[in-house]
């Protein structure tokens, strides 16, 4: 066993010299984070425009790190993808996600939805409509209470991403186009790929009073969505006047720290579930 052990070790040393050291460790903490249960969810709510009320919240992923503290998901994530960790990570993220539903449901809190981030890395992963399926079965979540985010850098491969969405679709799930408008792929893509929403893209969202584009773009993404039947989400609204102009086209939902930054679920509890 030492043997294999140290030809291993011989084999890694030469192409992982280069990774500064910080990295290597980084890479070895983040494969033990998930025995030693280090993750957690934050929940950002998501609001109906027209009732104001909550409708929907979006698990956002942290790493509670034993010394570095609370790193953040853009500094893990690639990492994660890079070395295959993310379909193991994220199928944590879709179980707990959907526990915590189910918890509420079970409460008697009223009904919201989740909506969880997939990467590229799970989502060409042979494994996930099957992992889904028995998630939802596990926990007994009512299907359409799941809205996977999806990102445009999934639609490279057509023919496997339509077959896949249309997998989820029969699951019951509902499916968001996250980041809407700042990936590379065509337009065509929306008439058949199976979606129920579009996500605007904070970027977007971010210089709408200063720039007359981005308000040409924000509402022409509001008009496309309703044409096709779509529903629209702001996303990175931090200020009334963004508000405003939302509402005034129409937009049919919005999330960004001016309603509320991602919280924890005893917060969200708190602050939006009362039993009736
Ligand atoms: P995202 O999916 O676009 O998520 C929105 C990000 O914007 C979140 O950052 C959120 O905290 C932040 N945000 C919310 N409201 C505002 C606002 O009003 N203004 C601004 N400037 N930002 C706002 P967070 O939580 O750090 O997540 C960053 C990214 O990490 C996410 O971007 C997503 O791509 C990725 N991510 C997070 N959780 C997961 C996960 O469970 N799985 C995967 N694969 N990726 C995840
Ligand atoms: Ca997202
Ligand atoms: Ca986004
Ligand atoms: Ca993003």
Request: glycine share 6%.
């Amino acid at each position: 066993h030492a043997k294999t052990k140290g030809k291993r070790h011989q084999y890694y040393l030469p192409t992982e010299t280069d990774k500064p050291f910080q990295e290597v460790q980084l890479e070895n903490d983040l494969r033990q984070a998930i025995e030693r249960n280090e993750f957690y969810l934050a929940y950002q709510p998501q609001f109906s425009m027209k009732s104001g009320k909550i409708i929907g919240i979006e698990a956002l992923i942290r790493w509670k790190h034993p010394q570095n503290g609370i790193i953040p998901p853009n500094d893990f994530i690639p990492l994660a993808e890079e070395t295959g960790l993310i379909v193991q990570i994220g199928n944590w993220v879709l179980r707990r996600a959907c526990e915590q539903i189910k918890d509420w449901n079970q409460r008697g809190y009223p009904p919201l939805h989740v909506s969880v981030n997939l990467s590229l890395g799970q989502f060409l992963d042979g494994h996930l409509v099957e992992m889904i399926r028995q998630i939802l079965q596990e926990t007994g979540i009512a299907p359409e209470h799941l809205q996977l985010e999806i990102t445009e850098s999934m639609t490279a491969d057509v023919t496997y991403t339509i077959e896949t969405l249309h997998q989820l679709k029969q699951l019951g799930v509902r499916i968001s186009m996250d980041d809407f408008g700042t990936g590379y792929s065509s337009l065509s893509y929306l008439k058949n790929f199976p979606l129920d929403q579009l996500k605007i893209d904070k970027s977007f969202i971010k210089d709408v009073l200063k720039d007359e584009k981005d308000v040409a773009i924000v509402k022409t993404i509001i008009k496309l969505s309703h044409n096709l039947g779509l529903e629209v989400i702001a996303e990175g609204v931090e200020n009334f006047q963004q508000l405003a102009l939302l509402k005034e086209n129409q937009c049919d939902k919005i999330q960004g720290y001016l309603v509320s930054p991602p919280i924890s679920a005893e917060q969200i509890e708190e602050k939006y579930l009362q039993v009736p």
